[in-house]
């Protein structure tokens, strides 16, 4: 049996290209995991993964992991940045084995074919280079930048759920084509093990990404249930029901309670799909992140944005609102704050309170202030049934236009702020874990200089 090492490049303090918060390391890591349950789940191999979580490892350690396996073929997956669009791939500028010239033909060709016409994807070209992966690897080796982080059109599709599957699955029978790898027999029953069904596929990736830390691989599978489609996270496939259950078991003893078993040809699941933690995320509840690290984040995008961060950390905490996650809301109103939509600038409406077109631009407020405590106080309007907290007078034009109590989680907003809206919620939550993931980054690198300090006084 072949043994291939899959590298997903960068991870941890090291992000990699970054772009409007968005991270190369994440989108590595999602496609190298798709690329190795499709490769055990359809062909005879053993995959050996230099991560499968966002961890900092050397190229170094990477390259001695794929000698010390005496594997068959190693394939570092990374995106792009700085001044370009598309794909290509990279193998070593140096002397190289006949078949690892006919590898990077193949897989390359491959996924052109599956994504060039579709996506509009530009072919950058089969290249070589010296780098250190590709150099100091003893077995054939190839690198591929699958698009551009930085380019807007490259990013929304990276973006995009169904591109990284079909590319994904692309590279992954790039592979077994390449390295003609046996096709796996199906048993005549297949008992597959699903650790969560989800409405929303951005509930599903983030499943599949919290398994990944677990060291436990997963991939979406979809499946159409009473004309729904729901996105199901499959952890596992096995010819015998009893190590299906073993499955289940570890899934539930890493607090994933949800997991059922299905074979080939069921269609329902055995119980409706519980409610998501982004479906049961409160609009109530306490403040995380602190005031400079909202304003950090926002200006990795906007440098010119203005410092809100004291303002929403103030009355978030005064009403009782989450206020990290409101300013994520703002940011999502008025695209990182340069107002690219109907609302003006001047008119301090940071939650476009109002705001309905062009011809109806909302509502303005005196100062920045007055802008966050009318925004905080229209979300407490939606999220509670209590009176003003009595040391704030009403500010908010429409605060009594609002059911109140019609809105306690930020989903539920969700055709009430926005219409239609339908994703209106899980957009919020998404900016605020990017947040979170900044503000994470940003202290693990504290952390590292601080030990650098320390090291040095040794």
Known sequence: MK?????PGHGGSDSGASYQGYYEKNFNLTIALKVQSHLQENYEVDIVMTRSRDINLSLNARTQ?????DADFFLSIHNNAAGGQGFESYIYNGTVSAPTRTYQTVIHDKIMSAVRTKYNIRDRGKKRANFHVLRETRMPALLLEVLFVDHPNDLAKLRNPAFIEEVSVAIAQGVADALKLPVKSTPDVLYRVIAGSFKNRDNAEQRVQDLARQNIDAFIRTASISGETFYRVQ?????????????????NNVGIQDAFIITDGESEDPTPPPPTPEEQFSIEGDTHLLAHQLDDFVKTVNPQA???????????????????????????????FRFTGVVDKKQNNYAGIGATGPDNPG??????????????????AYAFTDNIPEQFSKIDPRFDLV????????????GKWAVPGTTYGQSIISIFKRNVNHAIDQLNKQREELNDILDELE
């Open 65 to 69: 992991l794929a000698n010390n396996e």
């Open 363 to 380: 509502h303005s407020f005196d100062t920045p202030k007055d802008g966050v405590h009318a925004h905080i106080q229209h979300l407490f």
């Open 403 to 414: 059911t109140r109590g019609s809105a306690v989680t930020w989903t539920q907003l969700n």
């Open 3 to 7: 043994k291939i090492v899959i590298d």
């Open 235 to 251: 952890a596992g496939a096995f010819s015998e029901k009893s190590r299906a259950e073993e499955q289940v078991k570890r899934l």
């Open 306 to 336: 203005p410092r809100l961060g004291s303002h929403y950390v103030k009355f978030g905490n005064a009403y009782g609102i989450r206020a990290d996650v409101a300013y994520a809301q703002a940011i999502h109103e008025t695209d990182y």
